[in-house]
């Protein structure tokens, strides 16, 4: 518009009636038809699409666009008497036409300016959480790592493990094993985003058969897999953060023990993790604690907000940690 202007005001040899007010006309116009254009490709979520996908589309609605364009431009110039062709009779038809010719090289450019925009915003944010990804791993490692080595967790375990040696060196020799393999997949987490459920579930296992020894009857472990799940791929130590949250502010506090339940199902076309254990849970972990914290953060991080994280009472004597994630491709 700026080029029309400085057009018809330097180099025009004609006055042309309502040139300033058909000018207006047009950036109002195109001002609501981009507008338009860009609701309709933010509710069909265009830019999510493959990226043959997007061009094609790109292409459609700047042709569709540049039509709707010129029945709107010339209907409201005829409307209001505005259009000034210098004596020259064109056809309606060849009116809009031309006028949509004209409009499509100019939707064409806003339309690339938008998608190059927002395909370079979208590769920077992927960036960024690929970066903020990394750091958390990296955070979660060194956590996990101080939370398996201080001296509560590896005295009971080596008590356990110490009162065995003469009563039960094989069932000792296995339980070294387990801790090995615990602080073995503390310092590995860094190095990756996923491992399979069933890699985890080892973990898991492995640190509640340790736990085992130190509550005996005290400590009630359930577990209910469905074997399809277990190639799904899942954050590291995740799943083991929130048993050991289960045993350090439930099982631990009840004088009587309790039970850990851990299931993995599909729901919905989604892959849900579970885990349940007696207590009541506190607000303070609820709000604050690093398993909590941690989890919320790294499902939002990995799956730009397609995972989900709760946790609750789900009567006056449990608790239920429940993460619920995209079903992956395997």
Known sequence: MAISIFYYLTLSVRKIDHFFLMILLSVVLG??????????????KVLEKPIQTQII???IL?????????????????LFNLRDLGGIKISLANEITRTAISNFFLLFIWNLIYYTYHYVERNRRQEVDTLKLQSVVKELELKTIKSHINPHFIFNALNSIRALVDENPTRART???ELSNILRSSMQAEKLETVP????????????ALEKMRFEERLTVEMDIDEDTLGQPVPPMMLQT?????????????IDGGTI????DFINDHHE??????????????????????????????????????IKNVNTDMVESRITMPVAAI
């Open 273 to 310: 993790l579970v885990v349940l254990n007696s207590g009541q849970l506190n607000s303070h972990v609820n709000e604050e604690g690093f398993g909590v914290r941690s989890t919320q953060y790294r499902l939002n991080l990995l799956y730009q907000g397609k995972a989900t994280f709760e």
């Open 197 to 208: 459920l069933e890699r985890e579930l080892n973990i898991v296992k492995d640190y509640l």
């Open 261 to 264: 339940k851990v299931s993995s």
């Open 62 to 78: 700047t042709l569709i666009f540049s039509i709707v364009y010129a029945f709107a431009d010339v209907a409201l110039e005829n």
């Open 242 to 254: 929130l048993v050991e949250n289960a045993i350090k502010h439930g099982i631990s506090k009840k």
């Open 31 to 44: 001002i609501f038809v981009t507008h338009l254009m860009r609701i309709i490709i933010m509710e069909y």
């Open 57 to 59: 589309s790109f292409l």
């Open 175 to 177: 339980a070294i094993t």
